[in-house]
């Protein structure tokens, strides 16, 4: 498939969430451990403790605590935005092997790497997907939010998959220096993701349950 240009970093990390402000939860005692954040930067810490890369989800979404606060919807496309622009840079990475092989002598790493393009690039199709989605999102609590974010965690659960398969070609392929680039990279970059979607998760079960809440009164 074809892949676009990777986007610019300074787009994904800053214009995506100063440029399309969307609807989001009560961020006030917004609590993902039992314990009150104290300000923007605990906050992002308690919330990464629910991911499985909890250092690495603080040292990616630290740097825009001021933009995040205490938001859990900002906090959530804001790992989007970081996991997009890892998987697009991964996707460009691959490309550019790919053609180097394609006029080498082994076609196992050449059919490996076209394959783990796909894959990569049907994941950044897919997290961006999910990000346009964020960017979208009607209020918290209603049925059309519930959908929206239902969209995202199938997206975010589809690009990890996709990563995730990029590298089984490799298997075939011997041990050498570009297949440990590749490997390495892609298991980065599923972190990332997989981060991502942890804490579109923790939103969304936040705003299932004050749609649940409504219902009750």
């Known amino acids: 498939m074809n892949i676009k240009h990777p986007l610019s970093p300074l787009f994904l990390t800053f214009l995506f969430f100063y440029l399309h402000p969307i609807p989001t939860l009560c961020s006030v005692n917004y609590d993902a451990n039992t314990t009150t954040p104290s300000n923007a930067t605990d906050f992002i810490r308690i919330s990464c403790s629910a991911t499985l890369y909890p250092d690495l989800c603080f040292a990616?979404?630290?740097?825009?605590?001021?933009?995040?606060?205490?938001?859990?919807?900002?906090?959530?496309?804001?790992?989007?935005?970081?996991?997009?622009?890892?998987?697009?840079?991964?996707?460009?990475?691959?490309s550019n092997l790919s053609r180097e092989a394609d006029y080498g002598a082994d076609p196992r790493a050449s059919s490996a790497l076209h394959d783990c393009f796909s894959n990569?690039?049907?994941?950044?199709?897919?997290?961006?997907?999910?990000?346009?989605?964020?960017?979208?999102?009607?209020?918290?609590?209603?049925e059309s939010f519930r959908f929206q974010m239902g969209n995202v965690q199938t997206w975010m659960s589809a690009a990890l998959t996709d990563e995730e398969t990029c590298t089984d070609g490799f298997e075939d392929v011997g041990d050498g220096?570009?297949?440990?680039?590749?490997?390495?990279?892609?298991?980065?970059?599923?972190?990332?993701?997989?981060?991502?979607?942890?804490?579109?998760?923790?939103?969304?079960e936040k705003g299932t349950h004050k749609l649940l809440n409504e219902k009750n009164v």
Request: aromatic share 4%.
């Open 60 to 94: 990616s979404l630290s740097g825009y605590a001021n933009a995040i606060q205490q938001d859990p919807a900002r906090l959530a496309r804001t790992a989007i935005g970081v996991s997009l622009s890892r998987a697009s840079h991964m996707a460009a990475f691959v």
């Open 120 to 142: 990569m690039g049907d994941a950044v199709d897919e997290i961006r997907g999910s990000l346009n989605e964020m960017r979208r999102l009607v209020n918290p609590g209603s």
């Open 177 to 204: 220096p570009m297949k440990t680039a590749v490997c390495e990279r892609a298991a980065n970059v599923k972190k990332f993701t997989s981060n991502a979607l942890a804490l579109a998760n923790s939103y969304a």
